[in-house]
């Protein structure tokens, strides 16, 4: 079993940055990835980003590359989501999840590939 908790989300306004924290805690195998996403109302949550805990492998939705950064601290068991150059688009509320599979594959943005969803965190970009 795995808990997630996310922290860091906000009311910013357009441009600005906020810095997203997902602390786990539980039984967590390097093989593990840790994956970011997102739902704003009215609409289907979203895969925003993702890291793998061993190794450096990362992976971004097109909507969010180059302005948003996934990163880890192994020892804090925690994972970041940084967001430079917010839109109001990018309003919703972010959730961080797991995804235990191991071995070979190629979907890493796959709603049903994650289990242990964090609460989740509401971000809100004014223009």
């Known amino acids: 079993q795995v808990t997630l908790v996310e922290s860091g989300g906000g009311l910013v306004q357009a441009g600005d940055s906020l810095r997203l924290s997902c602390a786990a805690s539980?039984?967590?195998?390097?093989?593990?990835?840790m994956g970011w996403f997102r739902q704003a109302p009215g609409k289907e949550r979203e895969f925003v980003a993702r890291?793998?805990?061993?190794?450096?492998?990362?992976f971004y939705a097109d909507s969010v590359k180059g302005r948003f950064t996934v990163s880890k601290d192994n020892a804090k068991i925690t994972v970041y989501l940084q967001m430079n150059s917010l839109k109001p688009e990018d309003t919703a509320v972010y959730y961080c999840?797991?995804?235990?599979?191991?071995?070979?594959?190629?979907?890493?943005?796959?709603?049903?590939?994650?289990?242990?969803w964090g609460q989740g965190t509401q971000v809100t970009v004014s223009s």
């Open positions: 539980g039984r967590i195998f390097s093989y593990y990835a």
């Open positions: 890291i793998k805990w061993s190794g450096t492998s990362t």
């Open positions: 999840a797991v995804d235990k599979r191991l071995g070979y594959y190629t979907d890493y943005v796959g709603r049903e590939n994650y289990d242990y």
